[in-house]
């Protein structure tokens, strides 16, 4: 039997999922999987070959030539998409624009789950995502959803990306983020929704130590 232990963290976007997420695997030395990464890239790779989203025989096909593997030097993500790591890339703007378009899709759905529930198979992970406590880990122990107020959330993601891309405005991300939000909860396929038993942390007003911090506490209840 395994007993290992998976942590889902699920919420909107930009909402601090990937840094409460790093912050507990360091801690308690678990894996961190990043799925978001994995949809970026294959967004990536559906924007580099011209994939018609409506033609699913295409999807099929590009689905069975995208290689993804994280490498995990430290609790960064690093992503590869067949060999080239792509995880800067991923990040930029014309992969959030589409990216929820493509994470609709039922094909690359079903291939990121099943993908992703061969890594939690037998070690102790974090993964966050959209549908990681309802659809990917429906028994995980301990579920987190994440939310925060949408301003908050763009002028955090700004502030992360504005260095490297200061063409990019606040104005831009505030509604890629709104955008998004949209389109991964009303899809028909595993929509963004709290899952019953996950805990809800609204971290508008908390810094990440405290967020950190709370995620131990619950941790920690659950090894009673
Ligand atoms: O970091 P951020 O909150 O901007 O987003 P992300 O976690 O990198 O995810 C990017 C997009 O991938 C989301 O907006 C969803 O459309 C999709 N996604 C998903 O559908 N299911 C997941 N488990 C993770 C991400």
Do not use: W
Not at 37 to 62: G, K, P, S
Not at 64 to 73: A, E, G, P, V
């Amino acid at each position: 039997m395994n007993n290992n232990i998976i942590v889902a963290i699920d919420g909107y976007s930009s909402c601090g999922k990937s840094t409460l997420a790093k912050a507990l695997a360091k801690k308690l030395h678990y894996i961190y999987v990043d799925s978001g990464a994995m949809y970026r890239a294959v967004t990536l790779y559906f924007l580099r070959n011209n994939i018609d989203l409506t033609n699913h025989a295409q999807i099929e096909e590009a689905l069975k030539n995208i290689h993804l593997n994280f490498h995990s030097r430290d609790y960064e993500t690093h992503i590869t998409l067949n060999d080239e790591e792509v995880s800067e890339e991923v990040r930029q703007m014309p992969v959030s624009e589409k990216v929820s378009a493509v994470a609709a899709l039922k094909e690359v759905r079903r291939e990121m789950v099943k993908q992703q529930q061969r890594m939690g198979k037998s070690k102790n992970i974090v993964m966050d995502g959209r549908d990681i406590g309802t659809a990917v880990f429906p028994h995980a122990p301990l579920k987190i959803f994440m939310t925060a107020d949408p301003k908050i959330r763009a002028e955090r993601r700004y502030n992360e990306i504005h260095a490297k891309n200061p063409e990019v405005t606040l104005e831009d991300i505030f509604e890629n983020i709104a955008h998004r939000d949209y389109q991964d909860t009303t899809r028909e396929e595993s929509p963004l929704v709290r899952a019953d038993d996950a805990i809800i942390l609204d971290n508008t007003n908390i810094t990440p130590e405290q967020q950190l911090q709370f995620a131990l506490d619950k941790i920690e209840a659950l090894k009673g």
